[in-house]
């Protein structure tokens, strides 16, 4: 589940996302507070969440039954206590939507030496939405091997590749020809 990772923020993804989740603003809202309630392991009822969000249960009450119905939200009841879980949001949209492969993540991280700050993740994230795992791989390398090793250098190799129509399969093939 790759909304489980460390390196996901799940209310930044929900953000990028909110167009294709299709949610009213007031839904949004319950969502991020919904995710923020429950990372910060939070007691989450309705009045609370009413409470959080300066609104009446009634309207919250809708909120949630409208993302229920969609199988964003699920409830679940277990001796006497209420759980909320937000799985199905992630798993509907993140079909549609491409997340960031641990083994490209692990190569970008190990290859900077550091942790990758949240604007690096971000950046990391729509690669992954834009090109394949591959071709960011092979970009990394790029920019290792002219010893410019920064997001913003391998973001200007991928869009150049874009621009030139370079895929993974040309460079690879450039490679075999170089080694052959």
């Given at each position: 589940?790759?909304?489980?990772?460390?390196?996901?923020?799940?209310?930044?993804?929900?953000?990028?996302?909110?167009?294709?989740?299709?949610v009213?603003?007031?839904?949004?809202?319950?969502?991020?507070?919904?995710?923020?309630?429950l990372?910060q392991?939070?007691?989450?009822?309705?009045?609370t969440?009413?409470?959080?969000l300066?609104?009446?249960?009634?309207?919250?009450?809708?909120?949630?039954s409208?993302?229920?119905?969609?199988?964003?939200?699920?409830?679940?009841?277990?001796?006497?206590?209420?759980?909320?879980?937000?799985?199905?949001?992630?798993?509907?949209?993140?079909?549609?939507s491409?997340t960031?492969?641990?083994?490209?993540?692990?190569?970008?991280?190990?290859?900077?030496?550091?942790?990758?700050?949240?604007?690096?993740?971000?950046?990391?994230?729509?690669?992954?939405?834009?090109?394949?795992?591959?071709?960011?791989?092979?970009?990394?390398?790029?920019?290792?091997?002219?010893?410019?090793?920064?997001?913003?250098?391998?973001?200007?190799?991928l869009?150049?590749?874009?621009?030139?129509g370079?895929?993974?399969?040309?460079?690879?093939?450039?490679?075999h020809?170089?080694?052959?």
């Amino acid at each position: 589940m790759w909304w489980k990772e460390t390196y996901v923020n799940r209310r930044n993804w929900i953000l990028q996302n909110y167009k294709e989740i299709g949610v009213s603003l007031p839904e949004g809202m319950l969502l991020l507070m919904l995710d923020y309630m429950l990372e910060q392991r939070l007691t989450v009822d309705i009045k609370t969440l009413a409470s959080a969000l300066n609104s009446d249960v009634q309207h919250v009450d809708q909120w949630l039954s409208t993302l229920i119905s969609r199988g964003y939200i699920a409830v679940k009841t277990s001796s006497r206590k209420v759980e909320f879980d937000l799985d199905g949001l992630f798993e509907s949209v993140g079909k549609k939507s491409v997340t960031i492969n641990s083994d490209v993540f692990d190569l970008v991280e190990n290859e900077f030496g550091r942790p990758l700050s949240q604007k690096e993740l971000t950046l990391l994230n729509q690669w992954s939405r834009h090109y394949p795992d591959k071709l960011i791989t092979y970009a990394l390398r790029e920019a290792s091997i002219m010893g410019k090793l920064s997001m913003a250098y391998i973001d200007k190799i991928l869009e150049g590749w874009k621009q030139k129509g370079i895929t993974v399969e040309k460079l690879e093939e450039s490679d075999h020809a170089d080694n052959g």
